[in-house]
């Protein structure tokens, strides 16, 4: 595989064009964890989803990264897709990460990536659900609607030291 800026477009052109699905899918997500954690979660519109790629994209050391994640998980195919189980995993997990920011968010992206995973399951390739599930999962971490990333946290010790 060759990354290079014209392969980095691709990449963000088709992560912009999945939209349709993605969208419904982090809303989906949202509901299901704002029910388990009792609590209410805003649900993402069309246009912050492309905004927020459009800020992992713009961001170049990101985007070459995110760009090969996702061509990876776009080509990723194994017979039988078992043994193949865990490069897939892998690569879904770190890219949620990736999309979802700095810690702490970055391991909730990945935590949300298991979640979003099991309950994926379109696509022909073994990445195929990996990488849908990666995209809303590191999207639904890093866009705002949970209560507690609202305001400044109770633990900062800005004007204490």
Same mark, same amino acid.
């Given at each position: 595989?060759?990354?290079?800026?014209?392969?980095?477009?691709?990449?963000?052109?088709?992560?912009?064009?999945?939209?349709?699905?993605?969208?419904?899918?982090?809303?989906?997500?949202?509901?299901?964890?704002?029910?388990?954690?009792?609590?209410?979660?805003?649900?993402?519109?069309?246009?912050?989803?492309?905004?927020?790629?459009?800020?992992?994209?713009?961001?170049?050391? #990101?985007?070459?990264?995110?760009?090969?994640?996702?061509?990876?998980?776009?080509?990723?195919?194994?017979?039988?897709?078992?043994?193949?189980?865990?490069?897939?995993? #892998?690569?879904?997990?770190?890219?949620?990460?990736?999309?979802?920011?700095?810690?702490?968010?970055? #391991?909730?992206?990945?935590?949300?990536?298991?979640?979003?995973?099991?309950?994926?399951?379109?696509?022909?390739?073994?990445?195929?659900?990996?990488?849908?599930?990666?995209?809303?999962?590191?999207?639904?971490?890093?866009?705002?609607?949970?209560?507690?990333?609202?305001?400044?946290?109770?633990?900062?010790?800005?004007?204490?030291?």
């Amino acid at each position: 595989m060759h990354i290079t800026p014209a392969v980095v477009v691709e990449e963000y052109e088709w992560v912009q064009s999945r939209e349709e699905r993605i969208v419904p899918l982090v809303n989906d997500v949202r509901d299901d964890l704002g029910e388990l954690f009792e609590t209410e979660v805003d649900h993402i519109s069309r246009e912050q989803y492309r905004e927020a790629v459009e800020d992992v994209f713009v961001d170049g050391d #990101l985007a070459v990264n995110v760009a090969a994640l996702v061509r990876l998980l776009r080509e990723l195919h194994v017979d039988e897709d078992y043994p193949g189980f865990v490069v897939d995993e #892998l690569l879904g997990r770190e890219l949620a990460g990736m999309i979802a920011g700095t810690q702490p968010l970055r #391991l909730l992206g990945e935590a949300t990536f298991h979640y979003a995973d099991v309950h994926v399951h379109e696509g022909e390739s073994a990445g195929a659900d990996d990488l849908d599930a990666a995209l809303a999962a590191g999207f639904q971490t890093r866009l705002p609607g949970w209560d507690w990333t609202e305001g400044e946290s109770p633990f900062t010790v800005s004007g204490q030291i």
